[in-house]
């Protein structure tokens, strides 16, 4: 639609909204109905540039992740390689399929897609697939559900490791690290609880292990202290958690105030500093977590830059999944620089090219999983900020 | 225009102009357009459902998006695991929704308002789960990805608008379903049931099976939507038994009219359309989404199509000088919808039609040491009465005396701790009150139980051959049900002396006018006996004297009267006999003239003299 259309920072088309007042939102109410019943054409400006819509959860339960998503990719779209122009718009997607696909047929009804910054949510994604195969527009996304890339289309690319890398790396930091033999793992009832809870048992057996407590939670849940207090009674030596940024709080804070010492090795959830900000240093003490990469803890030079100005452009902290979709999204745009300048250039920079980011080395294993590394990071108990304390790199295998 | 005006609807402007929007606007219009006015249409069907339990049967169920849900699984499963197609699963995809409703509604559906709402959340919250941790069917919260896209006899449906013109199609035939079923008298017998639902089963109707019939109906319409969903979206996941489908299936309803077919269609419209509409306005689109809502329910209560009806009423009533409120035409004359009937019969005063042939002076009503207790107090206390066919019974005692839980307990309201009650030799006791009704008990209230929204007329009517009032019969018959009817209704009417009243909504008639009515309405069931209920109340002595040579001239009609009264001026002229009861027993039975002198009876009303 036009009146989403801009160049430059999303929020100085807020800010123009917002002092339109009410007559200025008529007038565009009425034009919004005019294009969607109408179907008016959509002007484009001569400069060559790739439309890139945002179309991610901004509202629900994933909106603290989607905000990072968005942030991300705003980053790079805001800050593109020399002779790179994007135009972009941001969309909620909520967090139901219909929302995605929504806000996908919007987005290519607008006018010639160049590649889509896609929703996280693996649900939305599953939505998304047939239609971005259909009118052959690359999808560039953080979600980590495996089936994403199993469904053998040609347009999805993923920049966070799927969740067999970083269950991967969270069971084998796990076991290196803490020695584990009998492990608890509470996990949530979500698309993300599950696939990640089925990636844990497959890491875990792969290493001859069988959990002796498993408990699948609601996000609803706030009291962790009954789920804590059965793992304890099971005798476990080890909590593995697949939990969302806030249950990993609550679940932290419960396990201090229970005085338990079993380790722990969370997953993403952890890594975010919104879900960080919830709890006392001292509460994190020796609690490690899963994630692609830890920009807040600053380990290189593009890092501690990367943080800066996303810290001078959103006022908060940013975390793996806004650091995965700047890259991706500047990777997008290295390969319009380069002269892919269709969706369908674009799908085959991004299937067959290489591009080191600010995280890692990205580059598909033939299905679209581009982000082949894991770290682990632990707090020490003074500092909400974490130390990346591993690497894992896995092979880009199909 | 005047007869669309004077109906008060507007399905036919909506029609024109969907329409035009079809033959104008959808060829141009973008995939985008067509996907959300897609989706709008399997939201309409969803809304369409949820208008018989939430609208019709009143009942606020808030299981309506699981039943949606179900209905997407099974379709979702079957495509992708079995290659079942979309039509080829729809017996089982809304089949099962329908069972579902079913097995529910032995325990829900006899529960009433919020834990009525609070059971079927419930219900919701236990399929969800099931849904998010049956992984190997189900998918978990994952879903399932890759469902097929709408199909037909075997040919898939490829490309949006083909998509939409299905969907919409099965909106238009749904529509056309919902219309037949509630235009004519079931809806009426809804409208009672939602209303008084006491007085609904008093005149016949049962209501349970009136609450159950809108039940699964419900059911099966949110099973064909969810089933068109999950194969429009493509994917399914948990989200379609989330409870934002029920806010949103209940907005719907809300905000487009909850009584109105064509108000599942315009609020589905509008409140899927709404949000994609104001998506210029970015993060603020939810925060506008919500005011717009906000302001229709504060300022249209009624919903939009309602607001519609009552703007083109208004329009219309500058041409049409007939003042009709309620579900009667504007237009409606009773000559003509007599003739349309060809029923309407001779209406001389003293010569009941409907009523039930001379039955003598033989016991018809008799009750044998009838107890009844609340708690600790005892309402009814070895009572012993009989009513003669033909003949008319007074009962008196002061407030509080038991007089109107007799009544209940003869229609079956309250049944009896201890004690018989007969009628006609059979023990009526322990039945159900629409079973009491149809063996020939028809019954007033204190207070007059009309149904607000409909006409004098139609509040008759609906007690014409309330017993087979039934979906089916709904279908088969349509409003013409309603027309053939209405003759009949009007005869009662005139005969009642409240003919002049038909076409006024039930909701302004002045209270004396109503009690009138509601006689007529019971006269309505062809009684054997008739149960009045204070009906002197609110009329003046002219109207007294008036009511009751017509009260007089139905028992001559061979039908038993208990009347209930504390007017004696108008109650000792009427009776034949006369009972009166004070702290639940009978403390006096006679003539009138015996039982107002009997001391026992001054004492009841007047209490002790001074020594």
Redesign the interface.
Same mark, same amino acid.
Do not use: C
């Given at each position: 639609?036009q009146?989403?259309r801009r160049l430059g920072s999303?929020k100085k088309?807020?800010t123009n909204?917002?002092h339109a007042g009410g007559l200025g939102?008529l007038f565009?109410?009425a034009?919004? @109905?005019l294009v969607?019943?109408?179907?008016l054409p959509v002007a484009h400006t001569a400069e060559p540039a790739p439309d890139v819509p945002v179309l991610v959860p901004? @509202?629900g339960f994933l909106a603290a992740e989607g905000s990072s998503q968005r942030n991300g990719a705003l980053l790079a779209l805001q800050n593109p390689p020399a002779g790179v122009h994007p135009r972009f718009a941001?969309? =909620?997607t909520g967090?139901?399929?219909?929302g995605a696909?929504?806000a996908l047929?919007?987005a290519?009804?607008d006018g010639e897609v160049t590649v889509v910054v896609a929703s996280m949510l693996? @649900?939305q994604m599953?939505?998304m697939?047939?239609?971005a195969q259909a009118q052959k527009v690359p999808l560039i996304t953080m979600s980590g559900?495996a =089936?994403i890339t199993r469904?053998g289309n040609p347009y999805i690319f993923r920049f966070f490791p799927a969740d067999s890398v970083v269950k991967g790396a969270q069971v084998k930091y796990a076991i290196e690290a803490h020695h584990i033999q009998k492990p608890a793992v509470i996990y949530q009832? @979500?698309?993300?609880?599950?696939?990640g809870h089925a990636e844990i048992l497959t890491a875990l057996a792969a290493a001859g292990i069988k959990p002796v407590y498993e408990d699948?939670l609601d996000v609803g849940v706030k009291d962790m202290r009954p789920v804590i207090a059965k793992a304890v009674a099971s005798g476990a030596d080890s909590l593995l958690l697949q939990l969302h940024g806030g249950p990993t709080a609550l679940f932290l804070k419960a396990v201090a105030a229970m005085d338990v010492h079993l380790p722990i090795v969370a997953g993403s959830g952890l890594s975010q500093p919104a879900t960080v900000a919830l709890l006392e240093p001292a509460e994190l003490k020796g609690v490690c977590g899963e994630t692609g990469s830890s920009p807040i803890s600053g380990e290189t030079p593009a890092a501690r830059d990367f943080l800066a100005r996303y810290r001078d452009a959103f006022h908060t902290d940013p975390d793996g999944f806004a650091l995965g979709q700047y890259d991706a999204t500047m990777m997008a745009l290295e390969a319009v620089a380069k002269g892919a300048t269709s969706a369908e250039a674009v799908t085959k920079a991004l299937a067959t090219g290489s591009y080191q980011g600010v995280a890692m080395t990205y580059k598909s294993n033939g299905h679209g999983d581009m982000a082949h590394s894991a770290v682990i990071v632990c707090f020490d108990g003074t500092s909400r900020v974490p130390a990346v304390v591993r690497h894992y790199d896995f092979p880009i295998s199909p | 225009m005047r007869r669309w005006v004077a109906h008060g609807g507007v399905a036919l402007p909506l029609a024109v102009a969907a329409c035009a929007y079809g033959v104008f606007v959808l060829p141009h219009a973008s995939d985008y357009a067509l996907r959300v006015l897609t989706v709008a249409g399997v939201y309409a069907l969803l809304a369409l459902g949820y208008g018989f339990i939430f609208g019709q049967a009143g009942a606020l169920s808030l299981a309506q998006g699981t039943f949606m849900g179900v209905g997407a699984y099974v379709s979702g499963i079957l495509a992708v695991r079995y290659g079942v197609a979309f039509d080829a699963a729809l017996p089982v995809s809304v089949g099962l929704p329908v069972l579902l409703a079913l097995l529910v509604a032995i325990p829900v559906l006899r529960l009433q308002t919020h834990y009525f709402a609070l059971a079927t959340l419930l219900i919701g919250q236990v399929v969800l789960l099931v849904a998010t941790q049956w992984e190997s069917v189900t998918g978990g919260a994952n879903g399932i990805g890759g469902v097929p896209p709408l199909s037909l006899l075997g040919h898939p449906i490829e490309g949006r608008l083909p998509q939409l013109l299905l969907v919409w199609a099965l909106v238009a035939a749904g529509a056309v379903l919902a219309w037949r079923i509630v235009s004519g008298r079931l809806g009426d017998a809804f409208a009672l049931t939602r209303l008084h639902p006491v007085a609904a089963r008093a005149i016949g109707i049962d209501t349970g099976s009136l609450r159950l019939a809108a039940f699964l109906l419900s059911a099966g319409f949110a099973g064909l939507a969810g089933s068109l969903y999950v194969h429009a979206i493509g994917v399914l996941s948990p989200d379609v038994l989330g409870f934002p489908v029920m806010i949103t299936c209940l907005t719907i309803a809300v905000v487009g009219s909850r009584l109105r077919v064509a108000g599942a269609i315009a609020g589905a419209v509008v409140i899927i359309e709404l949000p994609e509409w104001a998506r210029f306005l970015r993060d603020d689109y939810l925060l506008a989404f919500g005011c717009i809502l906000l302001l229709v329910v504060v300022a249209l209560p009624g919903g939009l199509v309602e607001t519609a009806e009552r703007l083109l009423g208004w329009v219309g009533s500058r041409a049409v000088p007939s003042v009709m409120a309620g579900r009667v035409p504007a237009i409606f004359a009773p000559a003509d919808e007599a003739r349309m009937a060809g029923t309407r019969p001779a209406m001389t005063e003293g010569v009941g039609p409907f009523i039930a042939a001379r039955a003598g002076d033989a016991d018809l009503l008799t009750l044998v040491g009838v107890s009844r207790r609340f708690g600790g107090v005892l309402a009814l206390d070895d009572v012993a009465l009989t009513v003669r066919s033909g003949a008319v019974l007074g009962l008196i005692g002061p407030n509080g005396s038991g007089k109107t839980t007799l009544l209940n307990v003869v229609t079956g309201i309250f049944p009896a701790d201890a004690g018989r009650v007969r009628l006609g030799g059979r023990d009526i006791a322990g039945r159900a009150p629409h079973a009491i009704a149809r063996l020939g008990v028809a019954r007033t209230f204190q207070t007059a139980a009309l149904a607000a929204e409909l006409s004098a007329l139609d509040n008759v009517a609906v007690a014409r051959g309330a017993a087979r009032l039934g979906v089916g019969s709904a279908l088969r018959a349509g409003r013409r049900d309603r027309a053939v009817v209405r003759g009949e209704a009007m005869a009662l009417l005139e005969r009642m002396g409240a003919g002049a009243y038909a076409a006024e909504a039930a909701g302004t008639l002045p209270p004396g006018i109503a009690r009138l009515v509601e006689i007529a309405r019971a006269l309505a069931t062809e009684p054997r006996l008739l149960l009045l209920d204070e009906p002197a109340a609110g009329l003046n002595e002219t109207e007294q004297a008036d009511l009751g040579r017509r009260l007089r001239g139905i028992a001559e009609d061979g039908v038993g009267l208990l009347v209930i009264e504390h007017n004696m001026p108008f109650l000792v002229p009427l009776a034949d006999r006369m009972v009166c009861l004070d702290q639940g027993r009978v403390i006096a039975e006679g003539t009138p003239a015996a039982v107002q002198s009997d001391p026992r009876v001054i004492e009841a009303y007047l209490g002790t003299p001074p020594p």
């Open positions: 639609m009146g989403d999303p088309g807020l909204a917002h939102y565009g109410m034009f919004a @109905t969607l019943f109408g179907g901004i @509202t941001v969309t =909620d967090t139901s399929p219909e696909v929504n047929e919007r290519l009804s693996g @649900t599953l939505a697939l047939p239609i559900t =089936d469904k009832t @979500t698309a993300y609880g599950q696939s699948a | -």
